[in-house]
């Protein structure tokens, strides 16, 4: 019945900046690794950033410098500051969730949210 649920997408210009929130519902969790993917027109998903539970963040190169992972354990909720957007951010988003003890086969996926920027 966990499931986690994205918000904070929307339309935006580029050199705008927007957050995206993704919290687990369903249940109490604790997690392991948290990250966002994203998904363009005619593109595989790809990484964008992730978090450990240590605060260890690793960002794709594309967005190193402009955007911030985040989460806050006790609200079970992760965040992705994204500032100086550009049109080839334009993507679905994805967040993603490993539970402490179980294998990362089994994590947690959101439904996805659009994010789309205009020049």
């Known amino acids: 019945q966990g499931q986690m649920v994205e918000s904070g997408g929307g339309l935006v210009q580029a050199g705008e900046s927007l957050r995206l929130s993704c919290a687990a519902s369903?249940?109490?969790?604790?997690?392991?690794?948290m990250a966002w993917y994203r998904q363009a027109p005619g593109m595989q998903r790809e990484l964008v950033a992730n978090?450990?539970?240590?605060?260890?963040?690793y960002y794709a190169l594309s967005v190193k410098g402009r955007f911030t992972i985040s989460r806050d354990d006790a609200k079970n909720t992760m965040y992705l500051q994204m500032n100086s957007l550009k049109p080839e951010d334009t993507a679905v988003y994805y967040c993603f969730a490993e539970r402490v003890g179980v294998p990362t086969e089994f994590g947690y996926w959101g439904q996805g949210i659009q994010v789309t920027v205009s020049s």
């Open positions: 978090i450990n539970s240590h605060g260890t963040t």
């Open positions: 369903g249940g109490i969790f604790t997690f392991s690794v």
